[in-house]
């Protein structure tokens, strides 16, 4: 599987859109992007996933460049609640794991 | 909306003890994984199973551990002996559909402590 690159951390403001980058430049025609995140020691909550069309959902929208080496995922109007490490992972459609990097841990302040 | 669920939530055990942590996987879905998280670190992936088999396992996932669909509805990972390094948080997770058309779902995990 691809391997995938994201800040360390980032800072978002209570009502503000977030948007957490995530590069993927070894991305394969047959792989997806999907997106958890963890919340404390909590298990890993799926967001979204997606392969070349952007997605939308309850959630988050996930924005792909065209050629599919990056992508953004967007909180629309983050809460505190939004606060956790999120990650991006990179799967084939044949693949059973979910092979999960350090992620981003966003912070949401009020 | 049906959930991943985890029993124990929490497990202390001494050292060289076998342990049996507890899943009950969303009732239609067909794949199970168990994945640990030492703390502070990564979550990894130990071990994927499908139709009564294992189809994946990882190099963490050595003689000592084994997994079990001992019924419709449970799914358990095993610890034969338990080494002071197994202290982690282990999540289950399961996913109904081949391919990419479904997604994994996580329990909330059990937190295992080797004394």
């Known amino acids: 599987d691809a391997k995938t690159t994201q800040p360390p951390s980032m800072d978002c403001a209570e009502g503000r859109a977030a948007n957490l980058p995530c590069n993927h430049s070894t991305i394969s025609g047959n792989e997806y992007v999907y997106w958890y995140r963890q919340i404390h020691s909590q298990g890993p909550q799926y967001i979204i996933h997606?392969?070349?069309n952007n997605e939308t959902n309850e959630m988050a929208s996930l924005i792909i460049t065209e050629d599919r080496k990056s992508s953004t995922l967007i909180l629309p109007h983050a809460t505190l609640r939004d606060t956790a490490v999120y990650y991006c992972?990179?799967?084939?459609?044949?693949?059973?794991?979910?092979?999960f990097g350090q992620g981003t841990r966003l912070t949401i302040n009020p | 909306e049906p959930e991943v669920t985890q029993t124990p939530s929490h497990q202390v055990t001494q050292m060289g003890q076998e342990v049996i942590l507890r899943c009950v996987p969303i009732s239609n879905h067909l794949y199970f994984y168990w994945y640990r998280q030492i703390l502070g670190q990564k979550v990894e992936f130990l071990v994927s199973f499908y139709n009564n088999e294992i189809s994946e396992k990882s190099e963490i996932f050595d003689d000592q551990f084994s997994v079990e669909r001992p019924d419709g509805s449970n799914f358990t990972l095993k610890i034969r002996s338990t080494k002071l390094e197994d202290s982690a948080m282990y999540f289950c997770?399961?996913?109904?559909?081949?391919?990419?058309?479904?997604?994994?779902?996580f329990g909330p995990g059990t937190r295992l402590l080797v004394l």
């Open positions: 997606g392969l070349k």
């Open positions: 992972i990179v799967k084939g459609q044949g693949a059973q794991k979910l092979v």
């Open positions: 997770a399961s996913k109904g559909l081949a391919g990419s058309k479904e997604t994994q779902y």
